[in-house]
């Protein structure tokens, strides 16, 4: 898409000086100044992160929350992010003022989970920022999801064979990444 969006700017630039300037030797300067300007901002790869399905048949991952390792499930049927109350602490984030007041089905049953929002959650070279995500209280369960309030922030994430692909969007720079493994 952003490609296209260059190229489509590109014409329209060029179209744009020949229209406007209808001299070959300043056509020919502008063109070189908008080839300048797109060769100087090139769009690097998208980053993405493999996961491994596990034994269980389940893609484990660590992920970091806060700037905190803290190992996730990725759960597609899970509407958020949810966090057990042990991560919650781990990271630091205020349990003393949650509230929990939001109806959540998990596999375990009904409870009731606090909303709050994380600032930072990187999987890998994923990093997004204000992700909304719940709490369980503590105790109710082993682990911490990765739900679709993270996964509908990137470009695209699907399952070939036993392995998960996660695909964020392409950024301008000057760096290039390759796709990462996230590690257990």
Do not use: C
């Not at 070959?24 to 996961?51: G, L, N």
């Not at 958020?80 to 109806?103: F, H, N, Q, R």
């Not at 998990?106 to 909304?132: N, Q």
Request: glycine residues 8%; aromatic residues 4%.
């Amino acid at each position: 898409m952003i490609r296209f969006l260059l190229v489509l700017i590109t014409l329209a630039a060029t179209a744009g000086a020949v229209v406007a300037y209808g001299d070959p030797d300043q056509i020919a300067r502008a063109s070189h100044k908008v080839s300048h300007i797109f060769r100087a901002q090139t769009t690097t790869p998208a980053p993405a992160v493999q996961i491994q399905r596990g034994q269980g048949g389940e893609f484990a991952l660590r992920a970091k929350i806060n700037g905190v390792a803290a190992p996730m499930v990725i759960d597609t049927g899970a509407t958020s992010v949810v966090l057990t109350w042990e991560t919650a602490k781990a990271i630091g984030l205020p349990l003393e003022m949650l509230e929990y007041d939001v109806d959540l089905e998990t596999a375990g049953g009904h409870t009731k989970a606090a909303r709050l929002t994380i600032d930072r959650l990187a999987v890998g070279h994923l990093v997004e920022k204000s992700v909304p995500a719940l709490v369980v209280p503590r105790g109710l369960m082993k682990t911490n999801l990765l739900g679709m309030s993270f996964l509908d922030r990137l470009e695209s994430w699907g399952v070939r064979s036993d392995t998960l692909m996660l695909t964020g969007y392409p950024e301008l720079q000057s760096s290039h990444r390759r796709p990462r493994t996230a590690v257990d």
